[in-house]
């Protein structure tokens, strides 16, 4: 009998096999996860292609001073959609969470069909409601990927890293799309990218079809929505985000027309964008390993003091490398503090309320980022004013977090001792047990898990079974078509009770 040796073909066929294994892990996950990997990398080439083109006609092909004008009505028309995504969108996404990929497919849809009939109207006032239907569906599509994120990642742990290689794989196939409309734009102009566009997203329609997410009923009242995804912890971590996004607005339009109005050539516009993509997609790579050992909130704070620094010498004077560098401390600002905080409301708001949630607090950031946008886009700035107001964006932004989250822990520690408020909770779920109020039992048994790690951070490896259990047991109890025992209740606080042993409570004392 013969064995293949290292350098035969057979040999050379396993680790091609292996390596592609690994490659597609890293790019788009592993089973329930693919599909809809495959489908937000179309969909970001998509974006891509639509912003070359419309980039193309509403700001390089008009004078400085009318694309001033263009981009300022985009901008206030951008508004509009935010009084309807929350009130609207996010609940009819949440009305049917059970059919989540029909949801995300027809959002894929209209932005395909949005993107095909501005072919006709680019520079017409027709432009402007199809542009409104265009980021309506696009805000909506992020929102649906949010829920189907929850519902297809087993372990709370493993959100950052899914939300992560989403958002990566999604910026590659955007760096492809941009390069490959950049090249049509030349040769077909802004309507052949419109168009390719407007392919893409229905690709990405089909795909998302594919998506199949388990079963299971989850059922809660919106003021269980409201009281869990507004918990100190997670309101804190939006106003870091409100600061980050209206420094990413403002930057990104105060960039542009600082190179319009000192005729920079196209090649530094480029490099600008490569620089702000590259630092996106380092944010992108390195979060997954920073979750290891930084909790969301700190991320979110490493987030904002990262681009802090640069622009605050920026402030002496700006050079064209200084401003590249700056380019890509934003991007790495922007996708670091986006997918700490996704994670972080995924892992709190109910699974069958999260649509509403992910809503409200988009439409908060989007409005962030216009508001940084109208600074920027209707007067010139000297680029060392422009780093003076983006400084004042961060460093007191920063200031704002620092002390928000203070006063958040100070809010969950305002019992005698830490773990006080914890304890509390699991003496009323012991309570309810004797009361035979079993959803109750595991309902406080969770709050109580919440609570330590709210104040103490991350669990120990070996506390991350029994707080994936109490997250299971909890999804039960909030569904009242699904039956609780009382062995589910005794499960939750058996559970809870080893949470407060060992290393939490050398840390606490």
Not at 119 to 138: C, G, K, R, W
Not at 439 to 445: E, G, L
Request: positive net charge; proline residues 4%.
């Amino acid at each position: 009998m013969q064995i293949a040796s290292e350098s035969s073909p057979a040999a050379g066929s396993k680790r091609w096999r292996r390596f592609g294994r690994r490659l597609r892990h890293l790019l788009l996950g592993d089973g329930r996860i693919i599909p809809l990997s495959v489908a937000h990398g179309l969909s970001g080439s998509a974006d891509a292609f639509v912003t070359v083109s419309l980039a193309g006609s509403l700001f390089f092909n008009i004078s400085p001073d009318a694309s001033r004008r263009q981009v300022l009505l985009y901008l206030l028309v951008t508004m509009a959609p935010l009084a309807v995504l929350a009130p609207l969108v996010g609940p009819a996404v949440d009305r049917f969470r059970r059919s989540q990929r029909f949801v995300a497919a027809i959002f894929y849809v209209l932005r395909a069909a949005s993107c095909m009939a501005m072919v006709s109207f680019l520079l017409d006032l027709t432009f402007y409601p199809l542009a409104l239907i265009l980021l309506i569906s696009s805000k909506a599509s992020g929102v649906v990927k949010q829920t189907l994120v929850q519902q297809l990642v087993e372990d709370p742990d493993e959100l950052v890293a899914t939300n992560a290689r989403l958002a990566r794989f999604a910026s590659i196939t955007a760096a492809v799309g941009a390069i490959a409309a950049a090249a049509l734009l030349s040769v077909g102009g802004p309507t052949g990218t419109l168009s390719v566009g407007a392919l893409l997203f229905a690709l990405a329609a089909l795909v998302v079809l594919r998506v199949r997410t388990p079963n299971r009923g989850a059922v809660a009242t919106d003021d269980v929505e409201y009281a869990e995804t507004h918990l100190p912890v997670v309101f804190v971590g939006s106003v870091g985000m409100v600061a980050i996004r209206a420094a990413v607005g403002f930057f990104l339009f105060t960039l542009a027309f600082t190179l319009r109005r000192e005729s920079q050539p196209a090649l530094i516009y480029g490099l600008a964008a490569a620089c702000y993509g590259l630092g996106a997609f380092a944010g992108h790579t390195v979060v997954g390993l920073l979750r290891r050992r930084f909790s969301e909130q700190q991320l979110i704070g490493v987030a904002i003091a990262a681009p802090a620094a640069f622009t605050a010498v920026g402030i002496l004077g700006v050079s064209t490398p200084l401003l590249l560098v700056i380019a890509a401390f934003v991007g790495l600002s922007t996708t670091l503090g986006r997918n700490a905080f996704d994670s972080l409301l995924q892992r709190r708001a109910p699974e069958a309320l999260l649509g509403r949630a992910g809503a409200r607090y988009e439409t908060r950031f989007q409005l962030a980022w216009v508001f940084g946008g109208l600074i920027a886009t209707p007067i010139s700035l000297a680029p060392e004013v422009s780093m003076m107001i983006l400084t004042a964006i961060y460093l007191p932004g920063l200031a704002v977090f620092g002390r928000a989250l203070r006063d958040a822990r100070k809010f969950e520690e305002a019992s005698v001792d830490a773990l006080a408020g914890a304890r509390q909770r699991v003496m009323l779920a012991h309570r309810a047990l004797d009361a035979g109020q079993y959803r109750t039992v595991i309902i406080d048994a969770s709050a109580a898990a919440d609570l330590a790690q709210a104040v103490h951070g991350p669990f120990v490896d070996e506390d991350r079974e029994r707080r994936t259990l109490l997250d299971e047991l909890r999804r039960a109890a909030i569904d009242p078509e699904h039956a609780v025992t009382g062995d589910d209740a005794s499960r939750a606080l058996d559970a809870v009770s080893g949470l407060f042993d060992g290393e939490l409570q050398a840390r606490a004392s």
